[in-house]
């Protein structure tokens, strides 16, 4: 699942699905719970970008 070049793919492809399955669970869940998604969800999402983004600069950097 790795990009030969730079390793990227998966951790964009991580990205993704957690930010998928974090709006289904907001789209579905009962408006008490929301709060609980979001805190939970938008945080990891979040960090997943700021890692993807380091690595992406260390390789292009490096390239």
Known sequence: MNDDRTGQRAPVILVLLLVGIGA???SYLPPTLL????TVFAPASILLLIWAAMRLSVSVRSA
């Not at 709060?35 to 979001?38: D, E, K, L, Q, T």
């Open 24 to 26: 289904l669970l907001y």
């Open 35 to 38: 709060p609980f998604v979001a």
